[in-house]
């Protein structure tokens, strides 16, 4: 593909490919990014034009990253939207509870799971860590669904057995029969027709740890250590869960997530606002990392994950939607959001304080580093080649295009350089302006044209 | 028209008017919101039908009341969406000063008016108040632009003339110009051909405290006595700002605008995040209102409105998007982001902070109060009959389409109740889903089909 780039290789550096050529291997692998003034460009050029293989992109274009939402409750996508001004309790127990439990019908699965993945991937996602719900069946109409749509798909079997905090009619049996079925599941997405490349991967998923007895975070982390897939769950995101743990196990969630086998290189913990500084080393440590959700963080976690300091300290993060707890599928929305939180954290809110009682001055990110939450740190986060356009990584890109007619994405030639362009794309790209997504070299989505 | 309609009479009203027929004179003012269940609905639907002058919306697309963006900065527009990652001295010395200095070429001000104008009809903002620019040629242009193409707008020359703030090139040369100016402009808006209903009306401008002298503030005041005319500054809106306008004057930025005559029935202030008790109470009285932009809070106010508190105390308010301190041109975009201010400013955002030192708990808004900020309220603080739809306000209106093809507001009709579908719109709605805009009667945009 003929196109200028832009990517993220580190937190805070962009990187601009300009008019560079970006060839894939049959299997959907990056084999090379030859920029213009390389002598191999016209001749790679050429050799693509005349074999029919080469794609240009037109002027006001340009390639992006896939993006990567490290947390999406796929149940949940009905929802999205909606209930925002309902407390908690009444949140979970009255609307997400009972939804979660209708996915033991396949056909109710489908009709949600179908569409959140075209939606998805028509917002750039190019992957998702979804958490499932408690049944198999839906489970795996939702890995097939990833499958059949080319998103690459991270899906967990949600398991629930802690009879204090889940509802009767949405909660596992016992512990053993929960382990059991995650098991089940880690084989049934292996087996999947087509999944011979891995593009949908199995996750072990305890919901949280108040939702979880011991012997249930003890099996799933046994699990984990046998079979090395991917974990997720929910770590010390409110003032109530952080305190809920704390009295329950002595140790934090993190800690008491490592004790229990569940922190792992693959392991990825969503919110995790409230980390002590000791957590923040053991995660870091471990290599575990953590979803940033930023929109979420100000409906429900009572606080902003701190991710400048978390990043100065060596922790892995990306970024999560959190659907339904965010309203938005969109990750530039989430983009918008981790900056603006940032800047919450670091000047502080309320002007009924002194200045110099707001703030905390070291929390910051711009557009960059969160483009780079978005792509590359998601791509770490999940230990996948992916987030990046240049050699060795995946092809999971996608086209973003200025210039069509709904677009917010107001480019003026002759004031703006390659990195204001970046950073108006950041700042007002909607759906709307992605043309194309890519997933391992194919197009997945396409934009239909006005 | 046929349809369903949403607004907001009051802040925490949400009103549904459910396949009502809207009717509306010549003059584009609305003369009846018929009931379905009223006798009237079937003669006069009939005989609307039989005119050709009926129009039904059709099933997923609903009728609000058009956006009304009490702040935008017009000449900014070339630069939404960049420069925010630079610090504030330098985003107004290196990049906004120097972009505002070009207006006085009229071919680049119609360059950049006339798609500001068309860009935010299409996003559904049916009212704009404009800060412009110190050139009589390019405020013209803008106040043209809105008259051709609908939009009812309030067109600002600002006036700024203290030399310690404002630099040599971009500067008035005196008090007594500036305000001769205002003066000039306020006539050619009134003699603009095809004005004569004022959907376009000027607006005294000083561009804040700083940046003027005594004489020019005192001057402006007294032609806001004078004529009448709307008023718009900023106010009290960082530590800074704040800071030196009471060193300066010895009172606040409310008192020293009131004591200068500016505080009028028809003054907007942008920002006012430190407003004291006093000043709320002042601005109450007056009935001056304030301007919330919570996407430029985040970003150069240090502190969030509290816009819950002001509304308890009876102050006016609307809501705007500070283009470009905010980088979104969409209303839906800034209803959003004062829902989530008010959440950080009610919870806090600090986890290091103990739970009980974090927020100030009096500050939630949700979906209906923002959007009442941004139609009803708006109209008030303008002192105009917009921002509903009921008798005797101006048809301002947009037709939201959820099923648009590019649409993330996603509905499942067995589960959304109508208000549901208008907290989705509110939380996901794009200029996507912008599908007619209406000001007095006019359709103004609508959207290309795909």
Redesign the interface.
Known sequence: MQCTAFDTPQADALRVQSDALVTVSGEGQITAVIARDDPRWATERARHAAAGSLRELPEGSYLLPGMVDLHVHAPQ?????????VPLEAWLQQNTFP?EARYGDETFAESVYR?LVQ?LL??GTTTAMYFGTLHDSGNRVLAEQCLRQGQRGLVGRVAMDEPSQCPAFYRDVSAQVAIAETEAFIETVARLPGNAHGLVRPVITPRFIPSCTDALLEGLGALAQRTGVHVQTHCSES?WAHQHVLERTGVTDAQALHRFGLLTRRTVVAHA??LTPDDVALMAQVGASVAHCP?SN??FA?????ARSGHAQRMGMGLGSDISGG????MFDAC??AI??S???D???????P?AQ???HDARI???FALWLATAAGGQALDLPIGRIEAGQQFDAIVVDCRT??S???V?PD??SPA?VL??I???A???NVAQTWVQGALVHR????
């Open positions: 996508w009905p929802q999205m939207g909606k209930a925002l001004d939804l569409p939606q028509a917002n003032d606002n409230f929109l100000f409906y009572n606080s902003v994950f701190p309203y938005s599928p969109s918008r959001h603006t939180a800047y919450a954290l000047e502080g809110v309320d002007p009924d304080l200045a707001r703030g905390r711009d557009h960059v007619p709904d917010n994405v107001c003026w004031i703006d204001d950073q108006k950041i700042y007002n909607t759906r709307s934009r239909a044209a006005a």
